[in-house]
């Protein structure tokens, strides 16, 4: 088993998750009913109920890599099942941000090929430079 390294560079990343959901995931007991009636745990690398204790571990790129965020379906079942009222949709939602405020599929206009700029939709183009304003 990896050994837990706790770093300053992770436990901003968790407060920025708290900080962008407005939510405690210190709270969090695993009880496991946000798992349990989410209709998209099945396809998820990561279940929410292991996503939080990452996140309460520090393990921020962990969670923020896999597809769990993505494959949130922000249907609130995790969030209206959840004892403690963590409203686990919205810390989803913030490692999404997060994720996409790192520009990590930046578009650089002058390296798309000409023959692609003649069929993409121009929406696609406004919906990528929008996500890159700041």
Same mark, same amino acid.
């Given at each position: 088993?990896?050994?837990?390294?706790?770093?300053?560079?992770?436990?901003?990343?968790?407060?920025?998750?708290?900080?962008?959901?407005?939510?405690?995931?210190?709270?969090?007991?695993?009880?496991?009913?946000?798992?349990?009636?989410?209709?998209?745990?099945?396809?998820?690398?990561?279940v929410p109920s292991q996503a939080m204790k990452f996140?309460?571990?520090?393990?921020?790129?962990?969670?923020?890599?896999?597809?769990?965020?993505?494959?949130?379906?922000?249907?609130?079942?995790?969030?209206?099942?959840?004892?403690?009222?963590?409203? !686990?949709?919205?810390?989803?939602?913030?490692?999404?941000?997060?994720?996409?405020?790192?520009?990590?599929?930046?578009?650089?206009?002058?390296? !798309?090929?000409?023959?692609?700029?003649?069929?993409?939709?121009?929406?696609?183009?406004?919906?990528?430079?929008?996500?890159?304003?700041?």
């Amino acid at each position: 088993m990896s050994e837990l390294k706790v770093t300053e560079s992770n436990l901003e990343k968790v407060d920025e998750v708290i900080r962008i959901s407005g939510q405690n995931i210190y709270s969090c007991y695993q009880c496991g009913k946000c798992t349990s009636g989410c209709p998209s745990a099945g396809l998820m690398d990561i279940v929410p109920s292991q996503a939080m204790k990452f996140l309460q571990l520090g393990e921020v790129e962990k969670v923020s890599e896999s597809n769990t965020p993505w494959v949130c379906l922000s249907c609130f079942i995790c969030s209206v099942r959840c004892p403690k009222g963590i409203d !686990i949709a919205a810390i989803m939602e913030a490692l999404r941000l997060m994720k996409l405020r790192t520009n990590f599929d930046y578009v650089h206009p002058n390296k !798309i090929q000409e023959e692609e700029r003649e069929i993409l939709p121009p929406i696609a183009f406004v919906s990528a430079f929008r996500k890159m304003t700041p």
